[in-house]
């Protein structure tokens, strides 16, 4: 039977480091991936029945409506010139 005990903990702390960031990363996109989906249902039209135990998956994610599209005001910009190609 073979024991083996790290003299220097700095290879344990860089494990548990580096594990408390995947964890964190994989947190953020299921969070992510569950929210763009729940939009995608809802631009769809679907929705989850409000009794079903799924119900929570996307209670937390609210639809709003699109910003309307401006018109730039300075009419430089809103122009664009093109030269007449001669004929």
Known sequence: MTFSIPLDREMVNLCKD???????????????????KCAELLDKGFMIRPESPYAVVCSDVVPIARAPKTEPSSPAISEVVL?????
Do not use: G, H, N, T
């Open 83 to 87: 030269p007449l190609a001669s004929q």
């Open 18 to 36: 580096l594990a408390s960031k995947r964890l964190e990363k994989e947190r953020l996109d299921y969070a992510l991936i569950r929210a763009l």
